[in-house]
């Protein structure tokens, strides 16, 4: 049974989709009574409630980076190969349209946006502390973690009560997010040598040893923002991050008042994405083929560009980030073409397996690295007490024996 | 006491009833002021003039209205049938004696140490069985009747209902529901005021069950609506503090409406209990 | 407390009937109204309550993620569950963050309610504003505390800052978090607590004061020697209602904290480690077996709990007979 019988349903979540597309996809599909519906709370918690219980689900979802968590259960979904996918794949990011995919070659979701992570930074308040301050100079001196880091130590002792790190977990999360492995094979197999891991764990506490840090890690919403961060943005006490491009609409939101001030540049470390949707269609929808057709529509590249220029969805696919519309200079980052920037680290974003316990595992890592950073906890007990509780966790559930 | 102690005392009730109502005052400066405000150091201790803008945000990007006229519609049916459901039983429990009448009431003890809302993951899939996900049903249903409500009350008419009032009845040929209706109910409007707000209370601010099974977003309550508004929202803090003190005025007006007569009842509840 | 005793003495007696089966099936017959009034409970309990927690047993017996198929683990997850740190941390958490916030608002409360009972004017607009936040959402108000404690743009640290106290990291802290959460529950419940003591304090016989006052009592030997062992039945009713709360603390941890209970999980309650298990992890068997853990502590916390009030209740008829 679906939601809305006789209807097209849609779920998305509240920043997920261009109102205006829908809005045009509602009047271009009223024969098939497609109707978005804006979900209240967590959609995966919904989502899920609804597969275990059967019950209310929608015809066609939006589905988070943690796709894989449903490749077990794809006999609930819809193979859009079936339905003239493969097609469309040339369209779209490899990496992405490959993350959509399970290993044997059902594909469940179809791409929406990316998250290539980019350095943001405070153009005005570099300038004015007489460091590099235009986007190239910015990216050629901070190009590995490490120079990052002196970088920071110059903006502490030229601007006190300034930081150019959020927190320990940012270091922590895009340093995995540039590794081409993460936590699994695509097999779901356990790596056992989690050598990059250590790697991105002692860089996060190199980064709070060198005082470097702002430690907002603790302070988050059940959305998962901080409000103290925004308090900083707004107060130019954070004066730069590493951010997936989808961060940019939450500065624009909550520090209107820093519009123009911002610039963006290729990150330290090298390229990654963090994050990043899918559309899927349940197998409860009784037209799966106009379900699909509905999906290719709403994701082709002018709609993908509308998603950008309205809530700052990066698209996955490339045509889209070509579209003039959004390449043009923008005013929030001082005449920049933020999108390029992007786009030109998206290009370079290779394939890497999301498993569904990867944020499970990040979470543990980076919930010890706050204890870390707030709580002053020894690292290397942290270290053993995330991996413990890892591998405890994996074995109760069967991953590991 | 003396002029000197008693200035004191109420010198330091005041200063505890400031202490009390600041968070309503800081609710409302928020909600006034816009967000770069609110982040501003020092900050605004003043109401802005914001207030309508934010509250207007608000409505227009939540269901405030649908919310509000669903957490009515769950307060008020699930209230109405828990007062009749209880009082009831517990009006039977109190005054009469039948074959396992004491063992059901033991059972009904016992079921206080049930940890119900533990099995949410099941209740819910009992909901998905029938049919009722999503659904205001799947609120007002389970929680029609409860153990705490019959307890509290069966202690109450234990006292309050004496055993010749009973009698009276049963002479002038009242039937066991006559007698509950003209005798028992009326004795027991006290304990039904404080199970009354009790329950309005609770279902109206309940969080974690309603969580759980209203999937749909036309079909969800003010409390919902409210976290929706701050997770998805944060980002113009301004605007949802507007929502949270939007969303706190009805039952507060509520509240202050029958606000004497409600404390009175809740303290004289709780000493017969 | 002063019906206890209609329990064992039936207030309408029925005589027992000779055993006749027609006598009897007519005397069941009559009773059926009672059935029928009693009934409503027993049916939504057996549904919607007792149902559903037989099943949490055998899906504490399961790894299921809500969706694919159920796997029989046996105790697995219990094993799991008496070695798991977290568990036992929000066991931890609970308990001290229940005392942290009990001791505090019974006195509190206690302070209030003397006041109030000395005539003081604007009494009852005095206990309408100290009951307020308890009819307030806690989903609202956590929002409220949340910017009222964040350590950016707070107005507490700001007002700390004022006086040279310094920041407090009240939301990053673990013993901030823990204060954080008593002091909204304190909020809370304070002014309940305070109407209810007053009530007691207001029932109290006036004749017992008169000979205190004769003795030649001080005020503050009649408040601990009189006052204080006279209202224990209201102070043990108010005990048991925090103690019914206290054990299942989630709203405020969750809204203010999020799923996870913030840096250290120092705000993670028992309750809350359920919900995340269960419904934002979607280990549903675990979370079921975690329920069965949280059953148990619930259960010793009521013997406990009930056995505290047993035993006064005793003290309290011979304080009275000495007060007389």
Not at chain 1, 68 to 84: E, L
Not at chain 1, 383 to 389: E, S, T
Not at chain 2, 11 to 19: M, P
Not at chain 2, 69 to 84: E, G, H, S
Request: glycine share 8%; charged share 15%.
């Amino acid at each position: 049974m679906t939601a809305n019988p006789g209807h097209l349903t849609f779920w998305y979540t509240y920043n997920g989709f261009s109102e205006n597309v829908l809005k045009a996809a509602r009047k271009r599909f009223a024969a098939d009574k497609f109707v978005p519906s804006q979900v209240s709370g967590d959609l995966t918690q919904r989502l899920l409630a609804a597969l275990a219980g059967g019950a209310y689900l929608p015809d066609i979802t939006m589905i988070g980076d943690n796709i894989s968590r449903y490749f077990g259960d794809s006999d609930r979904f819809v193979n859009m190969n079936d339905h003239g996918a493969r097609e469309l794949a040339g369209g779209y990011l490899p990496w992405k349209w490959h993350a959509g995919a399970t290993p044997d070659g059902f594909q469940l979701g179809f791409p929406i946006d990316i998250g290539p992570a980019a350095l943001y930074y405070r153009h005005d308040i570099f300038e004015k502390a007489g460091l590099p301050s235009e986007p190239d100079d910015v990216a050629a001196a901070v190009p590995t973690w490490e120079k990052y880091f002196t970088f920071g130590e110059r903006i502490r002792d030229k601007l006190p009560g300034r930081y150019l790190i959020t927190d320990t977990k940012t270091v922590f999360t895009y340093s995995m997010a540039q590794e081409r492995r993460k936590y699994f094979t695509p097999e779901n197999t356990y790596l056992d040598d989690q050598s990059h891991v250590r790697l991105a764990w002692d860089r996060a506490v190199e980064a709070f040893g060198r005082r470097l840090t702002a430690g907002f890690g603790g302070s988050q919403t059940a959305g998962g923002q901080s409000v103290d961060r925004h308090a900083a943005w707004n107060t130019g006490q954070e004066v730069s991050l590493v951010n997936a491009s989808w961060i940019t609409g939450e500065i624009k939101q909550s520090a209107p008042g820093t519009a123009g001030k911002w610039r963006v540049c290729a990150p330290p470390g090298g390229p990654g994405n963090q994050g990043g949707s899918f559309l899927a269609i349940t197998a409860a929808c009784p037209d799966p083929q106009a379900a699909f057709d509905i999906i290719s529509w709403l994701q082709n590249p002018a709609n993908q560009a509308a998603n950008y220029a309205e809530i700052g969805l990066f698209p996955s696919g490339p045509a889209a980030a070509d579209d003039e519309r959004i390449t043009a200079p923008d005013p929030f980052f001082g005449g920049q073409s933020a999108v390029r920037v992007f786009a030109d680290i998206a290009d370079q974003v290779k394939y890497a397996y999301f498993s569904p316990w990867d944020i499970t595992l990040s979470d543990t890592y980076t919930d010890e690295l706050t204890n870390v950073e707030l709580g002053g906890k020894d690292p290397e007990r942290a270290w053993r007490d995330a991996r413990n509780r890892i591998e405890r966790l994996l074995r109760r559930q069967g991953v590991l024996s | 006491m003396s002029t000197r102690g008693r200035f004191l005392t109420y010198a330091a009730l005041l200063v505890g009833a400031a202490i009390t109502l600041f968070p309503y005052y800081w609710l409302a400066v928020m909600a006034s002021n816009t967000t770069p405000d609110i982040y501003s150091s020092p900050p605004k201790l003043v109401f802005g003039d914001q207030l309508f803008h934010n509250i207007g945000e608000v409505f227009s990007r939540i269901d405030f209205f649908g919310s509000l006229l669903n957490t009515l519609v769950v307060a008020v049916v699930t209230t109405v049938a828990v007062l009749f459901f209880d009082s009831l039983a517990a009006f039977t429990f109190a005054k009469y004696t039948f074959p396992g009448s004491k063992i059901l009431f033991g059972i009904l003890l016992a079921t206080f140490v049930v940890p119900t809302q533990l099995a949410a993951i099941p209740q819910f899939s009992l909901m998905a069985d029938l049919g009722w996900v999503g659904s205001l049903k799947a609120l007002i249903v389970p929680a029609a009747a409860n153990a705490f409500g019959i307890f509290w009350m069966r202690q109450y008419a234990a006292g309050a209902l004496p055993d010749e009032l009973l009698d009276a009845a049963r002479i002038d040929g009242c039937g066991f529901f006559r007698t509950y209706l003209h005798v028992g109910l009326p004795v027991l409007r006290p304990a039904l005021a404080f199970l009354g707000i009790f329950t309005f209370v609770n279902v109206w601010n309940d969080f974690l069950w309603p969580l759980v099974v209203l999937i749909d977003s036309r079909h969800i309550t003010l409390q919902l609506a409210l976290a929706q508004l701050n997770g998805l929202y944060v980002t113009d803090y301004s605007v949802v503090m507007a929502g949270t003190l939007v969303a706190i005025v009805p039952l507060i007006i509520i509240f202050l409406f029958g606000a004497r007569h409600f404390i009175r009842n809740i303290a004289a509840g709780a000493l017969k209990g | 407390m002063t019906a206890t005793s209609d329990l064992d003495t039936p207030a309408t007696a029925v005589p027992r009937p000779p055993a006749e089966d027609a006598a009897r099936r007519r005397r069941r017959w009559r009773h059926l109204p009672q059935y029928v009034a009693v009934s409503p409970f027993f049916i939504l309990f057996a549904v919607f309550g007792l149902y559903p927690v037989f099943y949490s047993l055998y899906l504490s017996l399961q790894r299921w993620d809500g969706v694919g198929p159920m796997k029989f683990v046996g105790l697995e997850n219990f094993r799991y569950l008496l070695t798991d740190s977290q568990f036992w941390d929000s066991i931890a958490n609970t308990l001290i963050i229940w005392v942290m916030s009990t001791v505090p608002m019974t006195v509190l409360a206690l302070l209030i309610a003397l006041g109030l009972n000395s005539s003081v004017r604007f009494k009852g607009a005095l206990r309408v504003a100290y009951f307020m936040p308890n009819v307030t959402s806690i989903v609202a108000m956590s929002l409220v505390f949340g910017s009222i404690f964040s350590g950016e743009f707070g107005i507490l640290n700001w007002i700390l800052d004022l006086f040279g106290l310094g920041h407090v990291p009240w939301l990053t802290d673990p013993w901030g978090i823990r204060c954080a959460i008593a002091i909204m529950i304190i909020w809370r419940w304070t002014g309940y607590n305070a109407i209810i003591f007053l009530a007691g304090l207001q029932a109290l016989p006036t004749d017992v004061y008169e000979a205190a006052r004769v003795d030649g009592a001080s005020p503050v030997q009649t408040f601990f020697r009189i006052t204080l062992p006279l209202l224990r039945p209201v102070l043990l009713f108010s005990l048991v209602m925090s103690a019914i709360g206290g054990l299942q603390i989630f709203t405020e941890s969750q809204v203010l904290l999020g799923d996870r209970g913030g840096p250290g999980g120092a705000g993670l309650t028992m309750v809350l480690y359920f919900y995340g298990t269960a419904f934002a992890d979607n280990d549903f068997g675990y979370g079921a077996a975690i329920a069965w853990g949280i059953f148990v502590v619930v259960v010793l916390f009521s013997i406990l709990n009930w056995r505290l009030v047993q035993r006064p209740e005793r003290g309290r008829v011979t304080t009275k007979e000495d007060a007389r």
